[in-house]
């Protein structure tokens, strides 16, 4: 059976603040909510009106796509209308789509640098079209404001999927409820202490090798004015010779630049960004040469006036297909792009994170799905065996253990995390195809229904249920099954 692997001065506002939109804030801050939702942030998200029309053929699979004006994509016999987009379209845009409520990500992305569609990152090698990748709340987390997933699925969302489109005010100033009702002030992050001020930042704009929730809590909790720290853990390699650029790596560049090391907390993210409203082009080379040297003297430069242009490179991100990001190392001299990992393989907390067993056996875990490294696997079984055992890690020590090839510490581990979350579709489609080996079709069958109910474009468990249906002799029941699964994975209308 084939398996699936996986506040110095804060607001006074009460924890029981709601956020309101961005609408709320309108009335008394016209000229910043006008000057803001023209920004790449606040048109981060959004429903597909209109979109650039265009074609390509992906090279791996053959497979010729035609975009029209509309979003509706035609590819072979079928068509799919895109329904939302993700990204700001500085550097790009990928897009989704709805199934009867459960979200997609279609395979295609239009890279506004090359002015061009192509397949989105990580469908470089298929070989044939695929359409059944699952949204999860976490993927709106940067984008979108307020995620509305319907409990108990993990790709299910109520219409609209967010609250509001794009990046709103409350993402960086809290909650707004108490605010316009005259009974608190909205955080401001220039004027938090550093750690708080960059957490505000740090939410969307940093990456690390691995992101863990603290037990009991997620990064979704987070409010501005408080620490991030307090709900999650980054952990970076060891080695600080990261090279290459990630989309949402700019913390963790800054932090490494020789600027940000000399001028400590002065230096953040709002030293040189103003987030209210989009810069106009032709002034942008003054703009940041006049940020420079509010520090730098024109003596120090030998090459001319555009300083970004010299220590702020842009280079191809590692993480998003032909998107070109700028550099926020900051380097004196220009490098040729790498795109390896350093070959120490211990991961550290970054900066001002702290890490228990858990936090840095998950994080091992995590990585270790991509290094496939056998001192970061044998590391996580170590670390994640010492601690309190909550469902997520329940679910890592089972999946650690099936891929050492022991079934039997598989199975119990499994079945302990199934009973602690009975929801998480891996836990289910994983369990599921334990229990056939041990020859338990019915129980089987059930969990991997249990799956299809949560994401019904799960083609592995409708795979797995009809391998067992037809040898107890139900093909046409397994027919019913595997349907539905194959038409979403191949973006076609399921019957």
């Not at 429903?47 to 072979?76: E, L, M, Q």
């Not at 999860?136 to 319907?150: D, G, Y």
């Not at 809290?174 to 608190?184: C, E, L, T």
């Amino acid at each position: 059976m084939k398996l699936l692997i996986w506040i110095a001065l804060t607001t006074t506002c009460s924890s029981a603040a709601t956020y309101v939109g961005n609408a709320s804030c309108r009335p008394c801050h016209t000229k910043i909510y006008e000057s803001y939702s023209v920004t790449p942030m606040a048109r981060s998200s959004g429903r597909v009106i209109a979109t650039f029309p265009g074609r390509f053929r992906h090279a791996a699979s053959g497979v010729d796509y035609h975009i029209d004006a509309r979003g509706a994509v035609r590819f072979g016999d079928a068509e799919k209308q895109l329904d939302w987009f993700i990204g700001s379209g500085a550097a790009g845009r990928s897009f989704i789509y709805s199934q009867d409520g459960f979200l997609y990500q279609a395979p295609i992305t239009f890279y506004s640098q090359k002015g061009a569609w192509d397949v989105s990152p990580g469908y470089e090698n298929d070989t044939s079209t695929r359409w059944n990748r699952p949204i999860e709340s976490n993927c709106f987390f940067c984008h979108a404001s307020q995620a509305r997933p319907i409990f108990g699925t993990q790709n299910r969302f109520s219409s609209p999927p967010f609250a509001q489109d794009g990046v709103g005010c409350e993402r960086c100033h809290g909650p707004g409820s108490d605010h316009i009702a005259g009974n608190g002030r909205m955080v401001n992050p220039a004027k938090l202490d550093p750690q708080r001020r960059d957490s505000v930042c740090a939410q969307c704009h940093l990456s690390g090798e691995a992101r863990i929730n603290k037990a009991g809590r997620s990064i979704a909790m987070f409010r501005p004015g408080e620490l991030l720290s307090d709900f999650v853990t980054y952990f970076v390699f060891e080695s600080a010779n990261v090279t290459g650029v990630k989309a949402t790596g700019y913390v963790e560049k800054l932090y490494s630049s020789r600027c940000k090391i000399a001028s400590g907390d002065k230096l953040w993210c709002g030293t040189c960004h103003e987030t209210h409203r989009a810069r106009d082009p032709s002034a942008v080379v003054a703009y940041y040469r006049e940020k420079c040297l509010s520090c730098h003297q024109v003596a120090d430069c030998q090459r001319g006036l555009d300083c970004r242009g010299c220590h702020m490179p842009r280079t191809r991100a590692v993480d998003g297909g032909h998107g070109v990001l700028t550099d926020h190392s900051l380097p004196r001299k220009l490098s040729a792009f790498r795109s390896d990992r350093p070959q120490a393989w211990q991961l550290v907390p970054f900066k001002d994170f702290d890490a228990d067993a858990r936090s840095l056996g998950l994080a091992y875990a995590d990585v270790n799905l991509r290094t496939q490294d056998k001192n970061q696997q044998n590391q996580a079984v170590l670390l994640l065996g010492r601690g309190p055992r909550d469902g997520e890690v329940l679910a890592r020590l089972a999946d650690l253990y099936s891929r050492q090839g022991n079934r039997t510490r598989a199975y119990q581990f499994y079945n302990d995390a199934f009973r602690a979350d009975p929801n998480s579709v891996v836990v289910l489609v994983n369990l599921g195809g334990l229990e056939a080996e041990r020859g338990n079709a019915a129980r089987a069958i059930e969990l991997w229904q249990s799956a299809l109910e949560r994401n019904p474009g799960l083609v592995e468990a409708a795979t797995n249920i009809e391998t067992l249906l037809n040898a107890l002799g139900r093909a046409k029941e397994a027919e019913a099954h595997l349907n539905r699964a194959r038409q979403i994975e191949r973006g076609l209308a399921p019957r």
